[in-house]
């Protein structure tokens, strides 16, 4: 069976995913990558490639998606295609690393908070607000994950390199995913990513949020699954 390959966002663990991988099962064997423990993306894309053998599809989430960007940076040839949902391709700007580091030195001082019901807005549309059985899976994700791990996951995201060069290589079949109402990787990132790809398709998903996995989870699967069977053509 081939390989499917999650990659988490920040603050996130593979229950972003749930009813994606239910969607593939049958089709794929599924994976959740590991992004615990490691302060670059580079690590986490080698840790990624080290953790799996042989050829993959591969999924990256919001800070998942510049992991896989530098997944297929690394190893090209080992990534049948690619999914990017709810991110962007370019490093942070100056103010967008304050910010980062800002929340990093609040961490270090006992200030880690996690995802809040009054982060959720960020990361769901108004009407997703409404359903605790969704929003609940984010602040549980982030209440897994903990305070460590965000400080190194907010470093890694902070260093990280431009991806743009990397996609406009990459020629295998790829597929982008963001929500209209997304307002942390806006879906003029998603455009401009598919712009950049060669072989790709762009989904924006009319009135859903960052965690569009969550959010639209039938949605999503069912484009995933409709991509990953055309891999095999």
Same mark, same amino acid.
């Given at each position: 069976?081939?390989?499917?390959?999650?990659?988490?966002?920040?603050?996130?663990?593979?229950?972003?995913?749930?009813?994606?991988?239910?969607?593939?099962?049958?089709?794929?064997?599924?994976?959740?990558?590991?992004?615990?423990?490691?302060?670059?993306?580079?690590?986490?894309?080698?840790?990624?490639?080290?953790?799996?053998?042989?050829?993959?599809?591969?999924?990256?989430? *919001?800070?998942? +998606?510049?992991?896989?960007?530098?997944?297929? /940076?690394?190893? #090209?040839?080992?990534?049948?295609?690619? !999914? %990017?949902?709810?991110?962007?391709?370019?490093?942070?700007?100056?103010?967008?690393?304050?910010?980062?580091?800002?929340?990093?030195?609040? *961490?270090?001082? +006992?200030?880690?908070?996690?995802?809040?019901? /009054?982060?959720? #807005?960020?990361?769901?549309?108004?009407? !997703? %607000?409404?359903?605790?059985?969704?929003?609940?899976?984010?602040?549980?994700?982030?209440?897994?994950?903990?305070?460590?791990?965000?400080?190194?996951?907010?470093?890694?995201?902070?260093?990280?390199?431009?991806?743009?060069?990397?996609?406009?290589?990459?020629?295998?079949?790829?597929?982008?995913?963001?929500?209209?109402?997304?307002?942390?990787?806006?879906?003029?990132?998603?455009?401009?990513?598919?712009?950049?790809?060669?072989?790709?398709?762009?989904?924006?998903?009319?009135?859903?949020?960052?965690?569009?996995?969550?959010?639209?989870?039938?949605?999503?699967?069912?484009?995933?699954?409709?991509?990953?069977?055309?891999?095999?053509?």
């Amino acid at each position: 069976m081939s390989q499917f390959v999650f990659v988490p966002g920040l603050l996130c663990t593979g229950a972003l995913f749930t009813q994606q991988i239910a969607a593939l099962e049958g089709r794929a064997s599924c994976h959740i990558a590991d992004t615990r423990g490691m302060d670059s993306i580079s690590a986490m894309a080698e840790k990624c490639l080290s953790d799996i053998d042989g050829e993959f599809a591969l999924l990256g989430f *919001s800070m998942g +998606g510049y992991v896989a960007i530098e997944v297929a /940076r690394q190893a #090209p040839e080992r990534v049948r295609g690619l !999914a %990017l949902v709810s991110t962007m391709a370019k490093p942070d700007t100056e103010e967008k690393r304050a910010q980062r580091q800002g929340l990093v030195e609040l *961490s270090q001082i +006992g200030k880690f908070k996690g995802v809040t019901p /009054r982060l959720l #807005p960020r990361f769901f549309s108004k009407s !997703a %607000l409404a359903d605790e059985s969704k929003t609940q899976i984010a602040i549980q994700m982030g209440e897994e994950v903990g305070k460590d791990n965000f400080i190194l996951q907010q470093s890694a995201i902070m260093a990280r390199r431009d991806g743009r060069s990397t996609l406009e290589h990459f020629d295998k079949p790829s597929i982008v995913i963001c929500g209209t109402e997304d307002v942390l990787t806006p879906p003029e990132e998603s455009v401009e990513m598919a712009e950049l790809l060669p072989n790709s398709q762009l989904h924006l998903l009319e009135g859903i949020g960052h965690m569009s996995t969550i959010e639209a989870p039938d949605t999503v699967s069912d484009l995933l699954v409709e991509w990953y069977d055309g891999l095999a053509d």
